[in-house]
């Protein structure tokens, strides 16, 4: 099975908080596009003793029952992220893309991607060997529907199954943008750009990559259904000693599908205008507007605007 995924999420861009902050008045995002197949490997292993059961030694016993569990099972897209967002990474990328991408058009060369691809490729070398795994716990629901023959004195157990997948993570392309606050010529308050602009509908913030990233490998629990077993079988069944875990491993292996043809929404530019107000002094925070309002006007000391309609205008 094939999937997409952007990193950061959607969701933690739509604060400012999800940003960069380079400078006073600059904010910055870079974002994965990711490219993902799944597979099942075909390895089967079971967990804990979910329930158990006595059955008479006198005639056949069925057992049809449902029941929830809260379950630790492995979190891939968090696993992912914690990885892709790891401090080195993240710097390395913000570094060789802010480092390109010059004030006041913030457009990049074509020669980024390459630069990118080493940066990506000697971090996430080093990043693989750390455990990055990350679990949550779950409410699952399971079934038994099992018929048990006469004579099966010994108790019965229902088994937490899993099989085993694999995640095959390939990125697309990284897009970025930077958003600045400044006044305009005559102007006294400071008003949001979002930069590169697109160049007739077209976003110039994609970098092409088009690499091979890493290996997934986990377990993923079967909680539509359990069997039943002897205690005697589920002590010989294989076990899986933590199926809460990501393994994570080298994936060398090039990318088969091309490139979108459109970005992905939503786009960095809708998310920029849900977290950033158009003006300054609007921005959320630990701060009340009065104070930013004070700030502007002692920076524009000097300025055109003080001398035509500011303090400093001279009085007729």
């Known amino acids: 099975m094939d999937d997409k995924l952007q990193i950061p999420f959607a969701v933690e861009l739509t604060r400012e908080a999800g940003w960069t902050q380079l400078e006073e008045y600059l904010y910055f995002i870079s974002r994965y596009h990711l490219h993902i197949e799944e597979e099942q490997t075909g390895e089967l292993g079971f967990g804990d003793i979910l329930r158990s059961f006595r059955t008479t030694d006198f005639s056949e016993t069925e057992v049809v029952q449902g029941f929830e569990e809260e379950c630790t099972v492995a979190d891939v897209r968090e696993t992912t992220r914690s990885v892709l967002l790891e401090n080195e990474l ?21 020669s980024i991607e390459t630069s990118l691809q080493q940066s990506i ?22 079934s038994i529907s099992q018929k ?32 600045e606050y400044r006044p305009t010529t005559l102007g006294l308050r400071k008003k949001k750009s979002n930069l590169p602009r ?20 986990y377990w993923k629990l079967e909680s539509e259904s359990s069997l ?4 005697t079988e589920y002590k010989r069944l294989p076990k899986v000693s933590h199926p809460d875990r990501v393994t994570l491993g080298e994936l060398d292996e090039a990318i088969r599908l091309p490139l979108p ?4 929404r939503p786009t960095l530019y809708t998310l920029s205008n849900i977290a950033f107000p158009l003006r300054w002094i609007d921005r959320k925070g630990p701060w009340t507007r009065e104070e930013l309002e004070k700030i502007e006007l002692d920076e524009a000391e000097g300025s055109a605007w003080w001398f035509q309609y500011g303090p400093g205008r001279k009085k007729a």
């Open 198 to 217: 697109p160049v007739g509908g077209k976003h110039t913030n994609r970098i092409p990559i088009n690499m091979p990233l890493f290996k997934l490998n």
């Open 148 to 179: 048990i023959k006469s004579g099966s004195g010994e108790l019965q157990v229902a088994v937490a199954g899993y099989r085993k997948y694999s995640q095959k993570v390939f990125l697309h392309y990284i897009d970025y943008l930077l958003v």
């Open 121 to 142: 490729r000697s971090s996430l070398g080093e990043s693989i060997k750390s455990d990055h795994s990350v679990s949550r716990r779950v409410r699952k629901s399971f």
């Open 90 to 110: 993240s710097q390395k990328v913000t570094g060789t893309i802010t480092g390109s991408a010059k004030s006041p058009l913030y457009e990049l060369s074509t």
């Open 261 to 264: 043809s459109k970005p992905e």
């Open 228 to 231: 039943l077993y002897t205690d």
